[in-house]
């Protein structure tokens, strides 16, 4: 192992690209600690009050894991490829993390207003989970399949990530289970690649 990152460390960037695409995860590792300091310097400049200079580090780390996935050489260079991954990627987390901000603030209002007129505790759940980072990579992960997706493939994929059954989803779609079952296989092969970058995310993620 030791060997191994010997090699690793004195490669080019470019080399550990293209390892990372391979599934080496250690040239990964080193890809991410050349570019730690780009995330800092750029999350730097987007702290906000409802935005954790600790949260927008961590999702720049999804900027560079992006870029790493989906660099394809000849068309920029890595470094200005990585740089606009990792600021897109924080603006678009802030815009999210606002998004969801206003939407708990609403749905708080409308609970204390029930609660108020119905009930006394008023402590009731609004249903939001705590793991803000994992909820915005599957709203990113969907945003991309729907760009991969026709309206009628998304519909169908979106109910199969709700456990809907292959009969209900035949019925709802108008369409007969033999039809359901052929669009599912042919929704997997589509959106394969993107399913496989966005495992390699969250399993990075997980571990920093």
């Not at 399949?145 to 169908?156: A, D, P, R, S």
């Not at 993107?194 to 390699?200: E, N, P």
Request: charged share 30%; net charge neutral.
């Amino acid at each position: 192992m030791l060997h191994l990152k010997f090699k690793l460390r004195t490669k080019s960037t470019l080399e550990l690209v293209k390892l990372s695409q391979n599934g080496v995860r250690e040239s990964v590792d080193f890809v991410v600690e050349r570019y730690y300091p780009m995330v800092l310097k750029i999350s730097s400049k987007y702290y906000t009050e409802w935005g954790e200079r600790e949260d927008l580090i961590q999702n720049g780390l999804v900027g560079i894991l992006k870029a790493i996935y989906y660099y394809k050489e000849g068309k920029s260079s890595f470094t200005s490829f990585v740089w606009k991954s990792i600021d897109s990627e924080i603006k678009s987390f802030l815009t999210y993390l606002n998004r969801r901000k206003n939407k708990m603030l609403t749905d708080s209002l409308k609970v204390d207003l029930l609660s108020d007129e119905m009930y006394e505790d008023k402590t009731m759940d609004v249903g939001y989970e705590t793991h803000t980072l994992d909820e915005y990579i599957f709203e990113e992960f969907m945003k991309e399949c729907e760009n991969i997706l026709t309206e009628e493939e998304m519909k169908i994929f979106e109910m199969y990530l709700q456990h809907v059954s292959y009969k209900e989803i035949s019925s709802c779609m108008k369409k007969s289970v033999k039809y359901v079952d052929n669009s599912l296989q042919k929704i997997k092969k589509k959106i394969g690649s993107t399913v496989d970058v966005y495992k390699k995310i969250k399993m990075y993620i997980s571990t920093v």
